[in-house]
Each structure stands twice: as C-alpha cells, then as structure tokens.
C-alpha cells in the first residue's frame, strides 16, 4: 500500500520579506509534490503579487478551508480577505498583522489535526509584536499556544551539527543570571531526547559550552563553570546522559571539535548561533524540539535587503521541509513498537515442586484473594512438552 504523503503546513511569513521567493522556488520542482502534500498559510493575492514580482511561474490551487487540500499540488488556504499592501524590503506593522494571522490560522488547524509539520517563513519580531503576539519569537509562540505544556528546544542544525541553546532571545546583560543547573539540565535533557527519538541517535553525545572566555580560565575570568555548568553536566551522568565540557566555545569551533559529537549545548543565542550560521548558513535549519508539533524554519531572516530581487537562496527552506517530513518519520517509526507493549510475564510457582515457569496471565487475576480461573490451571497428572 502507498504510504500516506505527509502535509505540510507553511505559513507565509513577513509578506515584505523573501518568504514567498523561497517557498514558490521550493515548489517549482515538481518533484516536491512527490515527497509531501504542501499547503501554505496566506494570502492568494500576495503570493500572487509575489510571484509576478519575481516573474515565477510556480502554480498554486486556492483552498478556504484545510479539509481541501489536495495531494499533487501546492495549496494555499486564504487566511484572511484584507487587503494587504506589499512593500517589498520596508517593514510594516501591516505585514506583521499578516504573518500573525497566518501563524493564527495554522495553530487553529493544528490542534484539529489537519495537517502534519510546520514550517514557518521568517518574520519580523517587530513589525508582528502586537496584543496579540507579546513573545521574543516563533518558538515562544508556538510552544504557548501548541506545547500542551511542554518545553521548547530551539536547534539550529544541517547534517554535520546540531547546536541547541540553554538561553534563546535574551538581552546580554541577563544571560549570566538566567544560566543555572536547573536550565541546562531540563535544556540538556530535551537535547537528549530529540536526538534519540527524532534524529534516531541510540546514544548521543552532547558537548556542553562554557559561559566565560576560556572556560572561566580556573575562575579568574568567571565562576559558573565550576559553580553551575560542570555540576550540571555530573548530574546529566547520573542520568545516563553523555554531556561533556564545558568547551570553551572559540577553540571548540575553531579546532573543529563539534565533529567529535552529536550536539552541542550553547549557553546564549550568539555563541551557538555565531559560528553555526558562518558554517551552515545556506543549509542550516531552525528546528523547534521538545514540543507534540514538529516544526521547523529556514535559517535566515526576512532579508529586507534582497526581498523581490530573485537573488534569495531557497535551499533552507527546502532542508527545512525536509528536515520536518524527517522528523516526522522518525517519531513515527520510534513511537511504533512502544504502542502495544508485550504483556507483563509473571512467575508462577508449580504445585508439583518442579521450577517455577513464566505464565502471561492477565493482571486482573493476580489481585490479592482473587484466584486464577479453573480453565487457566494445569492438571497434576499432565505432563509437560
């Protein structure tokens, strides 16, 4: 039997931005079709303004509602009927309002179970800042209005490195006061599964950074190494979790030494975000671990300097896409044999004196003062094959 495609939701974006560019580049390839079922988050008239702006000929069928969407092609479900000025490379609060009904639109449909993955173009922090969206980003977004309580993991990755950060957007002045055991623990403990469970990695090996230049250089140059992140990767061992550090984190980089591990733990936004976006910024992807919603965005911004030129490079955005269908796979296919675990086997002791055999039994029959059935006992006089 054919296997399901998988749907994928995208939402637009920042309309000024290059997020239509990358996803109309994505789906001029027909053999994306083949892969997924894409269905994009808003507006009919702004892709099309898009779309002849940058003279591409990719195609797309309008829906109203995601119980439309159809296999073999690119959908677009109509978000919102206002019109909408596009103001290619200015940002505008209109555009914001624009990229958060879409955002809106898609967590709606998510939690009716319409579609499978995620994937968010860029937007402005900004321009969507409003009533309505009072979060530092996506990932608080989304993890607010989807996570069902659990903690988001932002992990920018390609297939060579995977850095995972501790603190996201903080201001400098208060990431030293926001790094605490407790944080890289829970931080390291998520990493941790998301590389078991969605990157299929049976025993993964995470290096944790320092906070100070030269890992604190023994105290001199700061104490949280010894205080705070050595403690805490001694307790992540307890747990049977492979952390190691802390790095400093110019050498680790520099030396290369990431390829020696599965992942990498950055205490703040610009320490992992840094040397990973010069290494990996045309493959890189933002994934969101953690959370029941798998999603993921390129691993660039609105890029206001070169919307409606042509001149952006779609290549994230389809790693993006694939990284979701990827992950998506891989829980599936983690979670299959924890779904109907074997029954419980239960010693029973033989009258006769002979050892005692593994029985299945239901469990019900071993309740205190309760007797197993008469059918379910074994005659002294049989003979065991």
Known sequence: MEERKIRVAITQGDTNGVGYEVILKVFADPAMLELCTPVIYGSPKIAAYHRKALSLETNFSIVSRAEEIRDGRLNLLTCFDDEVKVELGQPSAEAGEAALKALDRAMTDYRSGLY???VTAPINKSTIHSPGFQFPGHT???ETSVGEGKKALMILMNENLRVALVTT??????VAHAITKEAIVEKATI??????????????RIAVLSLNPHAGDNGLLGSEEKEIIAPAIEELASKGIQAFGPYPADGFFGSGTYDYFDGVLAM???????PFKTIALESGVNYTAGLPIVRTSP???TAYDIAGQGKADENSMRQAIYTAIDVWRNRQNYDEPLKNPLPKLFHEKREDGDKARFAIRPKDQFRKGKPADKDDQKDENDTES
């Open 116 to 118: 499978d993955v995620l």
């Open 140 to 142: 608080e977004y989304i």
């Open 169 to 174: 957007h903080l201001p400098i002045k208060d």
């Open 191 to 204: 990493f941790h599964q998301a590389l078991k469970r969605d990157f299929r990695i049976s025993a993964p």
């Open 268 to 274: 703040y936004h610009d320490q992992g975000l840094a």
């Open 299 to 301: 691993d660039h911004g």
